[in-house]
């Protein structure tokens, strides 16, 4: 029996090696702790890395700065309220990450009006009202842009550079009372743009013209204010505006610098 079992053995051996070893014979590579099994996969990722690299230095843009001018419109009570005193200035820096992501900064100015002839809570004294109100509200912003891959779309519309927006704001909010030797009323609050634009160029990678649109929601010092609302004693009086809650669209054309 053992005799047997030791003649099998034998055979057994024999013929593996015959056949090289079949399934139990492993390349001296495969055993090898240093080796990588990804390596095929890491060297194509880098070389596509390395490509899309070389052709953002060579035709990407890497800042830019705008100059522009537009218009600030508001909703809700402040809407009603307001008279708005165009243009909007702009001033903007932006930092390319690559084609499609921007990181930037910027601040922007507008002027706006409000004239109250009809006694309110805070003026109550006033019989003729406080009178005319100048507004000046400075923002200064950071904004996030995404430039839409358009590669595979129209020429006019690949060549308009198409992003989304979105915006963190701080807003400054001033008002004189002009027609009152009252101090001005002054607060900052939070808001948030967010919205779209394009920029159409005039010189490529140089210059371009921009245009962008936005929607703001804002936290004013001043939204729930009852200084403009009726004097309920004076029976004469005529509501004026209950708040100033409200939110704001604005519009910008601007000059683009790049380099």
């Known amino acids: ?15 593996f090696a015959q056949v090289g070893g ?22 194509d990722l880098e070389s596509t890395q390395m490509a899309e690299d ?11 700065f705008q100059v522009g001018v537009g218009i600030t419109e508001f909703t809700g009570n402040r809407g009603i309220a307001y008279d708005n005193n165009p243009p909007t200035y702009n001033l903007g820096l932006n930092y390319f990450l690559d084609f499609n992501n921007s ?24 019989e003729d009202g406080v009178g005319f109100i100048d507004i000046s509200m400075l923002r200064v912003y950071f904004n996030y842009r995404y430039y839409i891959d358009t590669s595979d779309l129209g020429t ?23 027609d009152q030797e009252i101090p001005n009323d002054s ?50 009086s005529n509501d004026f505006i209950a708040d100033l809650t409200g939110n704001v669209y604005s519009a910008v054309i601007s000059y683009v610098f790049n380099w």
């Open 54 to 64: 070389e052709r953002f230095y060579r035709y990407g843009r890497f800042f830019s």
């Open 187 to 236: 607060g900052g609050g939070l808001g948030f743009g967010f919205g779209g634009g394009f920029e159409f160029p005039i010189k490529i990678r140089e210059s371009y013209l921009g245009v962008e649109l936005l929607y703001h929601t804002v936290a004013y010092h001043d939204r729930f204010t009852q200084n403009f609302r009726a004097d309920p004693e004076d029976s004469n």
């Open 156 to 178: 006019a519309i690949t060549y308009s550079n198409p992003y989304v927006t979105i915006r963190l704001e701080y807003w400054y909010t001033t008002n004189k009372y002009v």
């Open 1 to 15: 029996m053992i005799k047997l079992t030791l003649s099998l053995l034998l055979l057994t051996q024999l013929a």
């Open 22 to 43: 079949g399934a139990f014979d492993f390349d001296e590579d495969d055993l090898n702790i240093g080796g990588d099994i990804f390596s095929d996969f890491h060297e």
């Open 103 to 126: 990181f930037g900064m910027g601040l922007e100015f507008s002027k706006h009006n409000m004239f109250v002839d009809v006694p309110t809570l805070g003026f109550g004294n006033l």
